[in-house]
């Protein structure tokens, strides 16, 4: 008999145990080893059985082992201590507060809406990269003390578990996961009742979801939830999985994500008695109609016109992009959207967000093809501050979204970057965080420097930790490959040579990620006996594990899986590749923790920045890797190895033999020599001093610590501070920019560079000469001061097109007949073809950039 329904009850604590309760729902646990020690030690078996989830622990833990427990003095006093831990961490005045001590303005409130948060395998709730990043986000947050709440939706089967067919083909399935067995509680009224969030549907029905909060640490996540009674079936569905079904459910959870997100963020702070966030931060365009909602609110609830309104959503709006493949940007049919947000019969007064018209919010997402509503350009149009996610993605997104910005060099975009990171104390075993809070003393908030201080670790030590940790993870392939061969129906009188998969003191190669055609997981493969020979040979054998999802509707994804598993069935090479279905933060730990090679080879520059890398740096492991993402600004030379890129080689065929026999050579000339060559105490001691360079020099750059920080220093103090001036006194600031934007709008199409005369120059001009322009620019009623005017030098290519420019801003001398006169001396900056324009541009001391609304003049 199958249960129609089921729910989780939670056991009763003694009295005296009571402190376990608030250790096991703040998920501050899952990075906090000794924290999950304390729970190991109640029952070390059923520890490992409910798979180190200490909620499931206490709903099972048998009653009389919780009686012993509450009268063991010495559980009691370690019980009290790691109780006593918890309070301070969740009250001590942290970094945040001491810039704020310092006199630094920083925002009241960041919300961060991410469509997934991958803060522990016990709440499944991501499927990749962004959620894991999100998550690490609302830790570091935590751990610097930002007040930073998370706002997000709670998929009732999370993404999908993978195991793999008789014949290697992925199967999905889809658990339910019962809220009250997940380590989340409800956001409730003053009277106990659910708090509850409505956001209108077409044909006069209303979507409702009430919120769950898991505690990151001191910060709270909400996660809504539609699958409630107050709903119909359909409606309740909303929330069934992340990243299932098709385009009209999808925009449902956005919607609920975005528009329902700021309400429950809005009754959040109202109930806990907190200030309205100043900064909405959104995690990639999914929850981008949290603009549309918030300049609802300042439409119907300050009397501000959509303009207005718009300009004080995006003061406080920062949107980070980190997708640079343009068929992976969220876009719908902008009939679709219509659906959504029009009016009953299709008016244009919004029925979802009363007091706008369908028409303006459709202009903020919209392409040059105006039947497509492109979330990205929404993220965009609402951010006064954007950003890619590493360096070199920043460039990219500048030149792929360079069309909203017409009239600009690529380089002018204003887009930034803030390069992602990870937290150290999720990612990095504990036998590396015991070496550096050892080295560097215990307090966190200058983390960087434990990872500094590894360099002093003895070579010898360093060695012993990789190999413990490799053969901690060859113990979990051993245990992960049987259970994956059970299910494809093997029996266990079969699985004996799963004991002998995997030496631990073998070259360990780790290959783990998502499966879009762009990460490449087959480029191994690309020659089956190069690879065949290199896992055999018999002195410098290499052994590699290779783990992913691919997306359930991506069939050739699935081929490619499907691929690797037949190649690491064969018997001569199962016992050095395996495939690990079901990746997972539980699998990807051991996998970070135990490799001693991270590879990566996708195709360049379609990595935004890419994460794993780092994680495995952060544990001593070495990168190899084509230069994307993080990589193409961290690699130095001596931290890992730089896979060459044939980036460039337009035949992919071609290009993917070139980079394939590239990582062979790697691996036969440079890695597995370094890897096998040992000194008299077995040591290799030109990898270790690469391991070691390594932790020292990757590990405080890719701290999820010094990612937010950036974020807060570089984003949010200014997007609050924009934000403040936008609404201070009634709003005059939203309304004086928006005032002046209408002005540029009117004006701009009649601004023109009418006249540039140049002098001062010697005949033969010498770097450094001085080149005396004058412009003289009629503005269409525009002021002198609403623009700014400014020479651009360069040196000129065979076309007339300008390159390496340097920018100068001329001055506003007067006005003649031809229009405002504008004057500037400037020194060449550079020898042989040097050409210079004039050009005009919006100015507006609200503004975060010139280029901001993408209008400029040439002369
Ligand atoms: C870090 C991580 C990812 C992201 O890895 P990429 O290098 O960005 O592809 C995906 N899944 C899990 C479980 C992770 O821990």
Not at 113 to 119: D, I
Not at 197 to 206: L, N
Not at 429 to 449: H, I, M, Q, S, T
Not at 648 to 664: C, I, K, N, Q, T
Request: with cysteine; glycine share 10%.
């Amino acid at each position: 008999m199958r249960a129609l329904r089921r729910f989780t009850v939670r056991a009763h604590l003694p009295q005296r145990l009571a402190g376990l309760g608030p250790l096991a729902v703040n998920l501050r646990w899952s990075w906090h080893t000794p924290t999950q020690d304390l729970f190991a030690s109640i029952d070390p078996g059923l520890w490992r059985r409910v798979e180190q989830d200490p909620v499931r622990m206490l709903g099972e833990v048998p009653p009389a082992r919780l009686d012993a427990l509450a009268a063991d003095e010495q559980f009691l006093a370690r019980l009290d201590a790691e109780s006593a831990d918890l309070d301070d961490y969740l009250a001590r005045p942290r970094w945040y507060q001491h810039e704020q001590n310092e006199g630094v303005r920083l925002p009241s409130g960041i919300a961060y809406f991410s469509m997934e948060f991958g803060v522990s395998e016990v709440l499944p709730n991501y499927s990749g990269g962004l959620g894991i990043l999100a998550g690490d986000h609302l830790k570091a947050a935590s751990d610097l003390g930002l007040p930073l709440i998370g706002v997000g939706l709670l998929y009732r089967s999370g993404y999908f578990r993978q195991s793999l067919t008789a014949d290697g083909w992925q199967s999905e399935h889809y658990p339910n996961y019962d809220p009250q067995g997940l380590p989340l509680r409800l956001l409730t009224e003053a009277d106990g009742t659910p708090a509850l969030i409505q956001v209108a549907m077409p044909g006069h029905r209303t979507l409702t979801a009430r919120v769950w909060i898991a505690q990151v640490g001191r910060v709270p996540l909400l996660l809504l939830d539609s699958d409630i009674a107050e709903n119909d079936e359909e409606l309740r569905g909303v929330t069934d999985r992340l990243y299932g079904g098709d385009q009209d459910h999808r925009i449902k959870q956005e919607i609920l994500a975005g528009v329902g997100g700021v309400r429950a963020v809005r009754a959040y702070t109202r109930i806990a008695g907190l200030p309205d966030p100043e900064v909405f931060h959104m995690n990639e365009g999914h929850a981008g109609f949290l603009g549309a909602e918030r300049i609802r609110e300042l439409v119907t609830g300050a009397g501000l016109d959509f303009d207005e309104a718009l300009a004080a959503v995006r003061a406080g709006t920062v949107f980070t992009t980190h997708t640079p493949v343009p068929a992976g940007i969220d876009r719908f049919p902008a009939d679709l959207v219509r659906h959504y947000f029009s009016g009953p019969n299709g008016e244009n007064e919004s029925a979802l967000l009363p007091g706008l018209g369908v028409d303006r919010i459709l202009a903020l997402g919209r392409e040059s093809d105006s039947r497509v509503f492109n979330m990205a350009h929404l993220g965009l149009r609402l951010g006064q501050r954007c950003n890619g996610v590493s360096k070199l993605h920043g460039r990219v997104s500048r030149e792929m979204f360079v069309e909203l910005w017409p009239g600009f060099d690529a380089r002018e975009v204003p887009i930034g970057s803030v390069t992602n990171g990870v937290h150290a104390h999720t990612w990095a075993a504990r036998e590396w965080l015991e070496f550096a809070n050892r080295l560097a003393g215990p307090d966190r908030v200058e983390e960087a420097k434990g990872w500094e201080l590894l360099q002093t670790v003895e070579p010898r030590e360093l060695w012993a930790t990789r190999n413990t940790l490799r053969a901690q993870l060859v113990e979990e392939i051993r245990r992960r490959l049987r259970r994956s061969w059970l299910q494809r129906g093997a029996t266990e009188a079969e699985l004996g040579w799963v004991d002998g998969v995997f030496d631990p003191h073998v070259l360990t190669v780790g290959f783990a990620r998502r499966v879009p055609t762009y990460k490449r997981l087959t480029l191994m493969l690309r020659d089956p006996e190069r690879l065949r020979a290199l896992l055999l040979d018999e002195e410098r054998p290499v052994q590699l594990v290779v783990a992913g999802k691919s997306h359930p509707a991506d069939d050739g994804g699935k081929a490619l899986i499907q691929q690797v598993v037949r190649f690491a069935d064969a018997a001569d090479v199962r016992h050095r590749i395996v495939f690990l279905p079901d990746y997972d933060m539980s699998m990807a730990r051991y996998l970070y923790w135990g490799c001693d090679v991270w590879l990566n080879n996708p195709l360049r520059p379609l990595e935004a920045c890419g994460t794993s890398g780092m994680k495995s740096a952060l544990n001593g492991g070495l990168n190899l890797s084509i230069r994307d993402g993080w990589w193409d600004e961290m690699y130095d030379g001596e931290n890992g190895w730089a896979i060459p890129t044939a980036d460039g080689v337009m035949d992919e065929h071609r290009r993917d033999d070139l980079e394939a026999s590239a990582l062979y050579e790697l691996l036969e000339r440079s890695v597995l020599p370094r890897f096998y060559d040992r000194d008299g105490s077995g040591v290799p001691t030109r990898w270790i001093e690469m391991v070691r360079h390594t932790l020292q020099n990757l590990g405080p750059k890719v701290l999820a610590s010094r990612m937010v920080r950036d974020y807060t220093v570089q984003y949010y103090a200014p997007a609050a501070a924009a934000a403040r001036e936008a609404v201070a006194h009634g709003f005059a600031g939203a309304r004086q920019l928006a005032h002046y934007r209408r002005r540029v709008e009117a004006a701009w199409p009649a601004v023109r560079v009418a006249q540039v005369d140049s002098a001062g120059l010697p005949d033969i001009p010498e770097i450094g000469s001085k080149l005396a322009l004058t412009a003289h620019v009629y503005l269409g009623g525009l002021r002198a001061d609403d623009v700014v005017v400014q020479a651009v030098v360069g040196r000129v290519g065979p076309d007339d097109t300008l390159s390496d420019v340097v920018t100068v801003p001329m001055r506003h001398t007067g006005t003649d007949p031809l229009g405002e006169v504008f004057e500037v001396e400037v020194a060449l900056p550079m020898a042989g073809s040097v050409g210079y324009t004039v050009r005009a541009l919006p100015h507006h001391e609200l503004l975060a950039s010139d280029a901001e609304l993408g209008k400029v003049v040439l002369a």
